[in-house]
């Protein structure tokens, strides 16, 4: 169905409720404790400052939709936010641009080949086919407002603060260590402008882009921000609307199918959560209407999603019934006649 044709009719959402604060602190905890062992994996060195991280870093937190913080381990510990800035720069672009006209530059389908395929780009005429991979993310950055690139970052950062409820800053040195070696995404971004599929000079917007992935967060961060979109557009933290529940709809459908790359299908069978990884080992995944659960830990699986994290992740949602298509019996059977 047209997605106008829903425009204006009222819709009811039930999303049930986490258990109370203390169970849900108590199995934070017990996820990150049951997998701190869990070594398998390797860190990512495409960038070489990310060859340099300790591998024994972990960190897990949950943020509740009313607000309620859950920390364990390595949670305030700092990292480059990496490719987990698309999905937050994809809301902010179909805040300012609407649903139709980002659809229509970025598109929404799964390329099923690595998140840097240039081949991706080639087999769809020049479409990006979706904003979490690099293609699809350097096209909706270039949709960030401002006359300058500047100003397209300044706009950027702020909206991404706003998603964390503080100031984010640029770690200069991951910057520094990615503008060297991003010779792939700038030739992405000229070729998207070959296509006409990118709105601006190619390499101010990869410069851009680079900057957007190089923002340091943490796993608290991540979680408040993913938390955001669970709550309708409201930091839960800040009381503040960052984008509308429309948006959220629209960039948690996305990332569903779209946010862990070729393992995308995957995770959505085993897990049933949306969620975002970047290659320095972050992930978060979202409840809608519950919250949202982020991990950090940097050894990555083949796909570059980070393996400890996605197993925490996968006991809390197993634990707390946040999987999306998982159901029960609305009353006891009985028998039909």
């Not at 997998?35 to 897990?60: K, M, N, Q, W």
């Not at 296509?195 to 796993?219: F, I, K, M, N, W």
């Not at 995308?264 to 049933?272: A, C, D, K, T």
Request: hydrophobic share 40%; charged share 20%.
């Amino acid at each position: 169905m047209d997605p106008a044709v829903l425009t204006g009719i009222t819709q009811s959402v039930s999303t049930g409720t986490l258990p109370g604060w203390e169970r849900v602190d108590e199995l934070v905890r017990e996820a990150h404790r049951r997998h701190t062992d869990e070594r398998s994996g390797t860190v990512a060195d495409y960038i070489p400052v990310l060859a340099e991280v300790d591998p024994e870093l972990f960190g897990l937190a949950l943020i509740e939709s009313d607000g309620g913080l859950h920390d364990a381990g390595d949670a305030l510990h700092s990292f480059s936010i990496q490719s987990i800035s698309k999905m937050f720069v994809y809301a902010l672009a179909i805040q300012e641009h609407g649903h139709e006209r980002v659809r229509e530059i970025v598109g929404v389908n799964n390329t099923g080949l690595p998140f840097n395929s240039v081949m991706a780009i080639e087999l769809n005429g020049g479409h990006p086919m979706n904003p979490m991979v690099n293609a699809g993310a350097i096209a909706t950055t270039a949709l960030m407002p401002g006359a300058t690139s500047v100003e397209r970052w300044e706009r950027l950062r702020d909206g991404l603060s706003a998603f964390a409820g503080r100031s984010l800053g640029l770690d200069g040195v991951v910057y520094a260590s990615e503008a060297e070696s991003n010779d792939r995404n700038r030739a992405i971004g000229r070729l998207l402008r070959s296509y006409g599929r990118l709105e601006g000079e190619p390499d101010e917007v990869v410069d851009v882009y680079t900057r957007q992935c190089a923002l340091s967060v943490t796993a608290h961060d991540l979680a408040v921000m993913g938390a955001t979109l669970a709550d309708g557009g409201v930091n839960p933290v800040t009381g503040a609307r960052v984008v509308s529940a429309d948006v959220c709809r629209d960039t948690l459908a996305v990332v569903a199918s779209t946010g862990l790359y070729e393992r995308s299908g995957e995770w959505l069978f085993e897990i049933g959560l949306p969620a975002k990884s970047g290659v320095s080992g972050g992930i978060v995944a979202v409840a809608p209407g519950k919250g949202a659960v982020a991990g950090f830990s940097p050894r990555l699986d083949h796909a570059g999603n980070s393996v400890r994290s996605q197993l925490a992740i996968g006991h809390l949602s197993r634990s707390l019934g946040l999987n999306l298509f998982a159901s029960a019996p609305a009353a006891p059977e009985t028998t039909r006649s």
